[in-house]
């Protein structure tokens, strides 16, 4: 039985990337022209650390789902007095 494949991590600016194949009798469950809410795809058996949201649909192939999440997510931002301090 074909498995969920996971692509490596892919970045710009903003954001932190990855795409999600699902195998055809998983692919089949997916509703049509609409992005799914965290608690969807993990019912399918997507399984990935916290802060990704299915942001796009890959129209040719929709069995592609892909992924995103801002850069550093769960990364305590730096306050302005510690900006100073590593600034110093």
């Known amino acids: 039985m074909p498995q969920i494949q996971y692509s490596e991590k892919y970045y710009d600016d903003v954001y932190e990337y990855r795409h999600v194949?699902?195998?055809?009798?998983i692919a089949k469950l997916l509703?049509?022209?609409r992005l799914l809410s965290e608690a969807e795809w993990r019912g399918l058996g997507v399984q990935q650390s916290r802060g990704w949201v299915h942001y796009a649909i890959h129209r040719p192939e929709p069995h592609i789902m892909l992924y995103?999440?801002?850069?550093?997510?769960?990364?305590?931002?730096?306050?302005?007095?510690a900006n100073k301090v590593n600034a110093q």
């Open 68 to 81: 995103r999440r801002t850069l550093n997510y769960g990364q305590p931002a730096l306050t302005d007095a």
């Open 31 to 33: 509703p049509k022209g």
């Open 21 to 25: 194949v699902l195998p055809p009798d």
